[in-house]
C-alpha cells in the first residue's frame, strides 16, 4: 500500500511539474508576443503575467482541494489573440472593461445552469473529435522536435520509452519526469538554452487596470471571448477529464472562470478558463484518485511563478520550446489516443471527423475559433446525415 501511494505522489509530481513547464513557457511567449502586439507597456504585461499565473494558481489550489480533481486553471490563450487587432481602435482600459464584462456574463450563464443544459445535449463523440483536433499539434510535436533539437529530443525520447518498457524504472520514476530530467541536462550540456533576458527584478509588482466600458469593445470582444472560454478550452477540458474518469463540477467550474475573471481583469489579465491541454497532462499518468494531487502541484508552481513573475520568466524564457512542446506532446500522447477513440468507435463518426477536420484547419470565423465552428459544423452534419445516431447520443442512450 506504501508503495503504491509513492508511485501516484510521484505521477502526481511527475504530470503537476510537466503541466506546470508546459503553461509556463510555450503559453508565456504568447502572452509576451501579444501584448507587445498590442502595444501595451512593460509594467502592463508584467502585470498581467502575475495575473495569469500567480491568480491562476490561486484559483487552481482552491478548485482541485475544494472538488478533489484536477481542475487546472488558467488564462484564455485564444480571447487573448483577440487584443492586438482591437487595440490597434481601442484603448487597453476600454479591454479590459470587455473582460470585466465577460467575467459576469460567464458567471450568470454557468449559475443558470444553461451551460450544464448544453454541454448534456452535445454528443461526447462529436467534442472527442474537437478534443482530438486540438491536441494533434501537441502530439506532433513529439516529431518536429526532432527538426530543431535533434539531439535533446533523441535523449528525451529515448528516455521516455526506457522508463515505459521497464516497469521496474517507471514505478521509481515516472517517464515524464524522467525525460523531463533527461531532457533539461541534455539541454545545458549540448548548450541548447537561450541566453538569459536582462534582469527586471525580483517580485511582480501587479497594477490594477482601470476599466473602461464602450458599445464598441463590448460588440467586438465579449461574445467573442465568452465563446472561446465555454464553448472552446471549457469543453476541451471537461471532456478530457470525464474521458479520465472524472465527473467535472461544470457550473462551479463555470462560475469560477466568470468569478475569477474579475480579479484578472482588474490586473490587466485576459479571462480565466478550465485549461484543455493542462488537464490533459494532469490525468495522463497515475490513479485517478490522486490526479488532483498533481493539479495542486502545478497550481503551486504557478503562485511562485506569479510572484517572483520578473525572474521567472527568465528562466522559463531560456528553455527550448521545442523540448516542452517535446515533454507536453509525450504526456498527452495517451490522451490524444483516447480522444481518438471515444471519438470514432461509436456514434455520430461522421460528426466526430467533421469536428477534427473543422479543428484541425484552424481558420477562425467573426473572430471565433475553429474548435468552435467544429463542434457547431459537426452537429449540423450529424443531424442531416446521421439523424438516428444524434438523437440516441443526446439521449444518452
Known sequence: M??????????????????????????????????????????????????????????TLWMCWRYRQPLGMAWTIPGALLLPPALDHLSFAEVIGACWVTGILMAVLGASGVVNRVMSRVPMPIVMGMVAGVFLPFGLRVVTAFGELPAVAAITLGTFVLFTVLPALGRRVPPVLAALIAGVAATVLLGGMQPLGASAGLLAQPRLCAPAFSVQAMLELVVPMAVTVLAIQNAQGFAVLQQAGHAPPVRAVTVACGLGSLPFAAVGSVPTCLAGPVSGILVSSGARESHWLGGLVCGGAMVLFGLFAPAATRFALALPIALIGLLGGLAMLRVLQGAFQSAFRGRCPLGALVAFV????NVPILSIGAPFWGLVFAFVASALLEREDLRAAVQGQ
Do not use: M
Not at 3 to 26: D, K, Q, V, Y
Not at 30 to 50: C, E, K, N, Q, Y
Not at 358 to 361: E, F
Open 358 to 361: 473543422v479543428t484541425v484547419a
Open 2 to 59: 506504501l508503495a503504491s501511494s509513492e508511485g501516484a505522489l510521484r505521477h502526481a509530481f511527475s504530470n503537476g511539474i510537466t503541466a506546470f513547464l508546459f503553461a509556463a513557457t510555450g503559453s508565456l511567449a504568447i502572452l509576451i508576443t501579444v501584448g507587445r502586439g498590442g502595444g501595451l507597456a512593460p509594467a502592463d504585461i508584467a502585470s498581467w503575467i502575475f495575473g495569469a499565473y500567480g491568480l491562476g494558481g490561486l484559483l
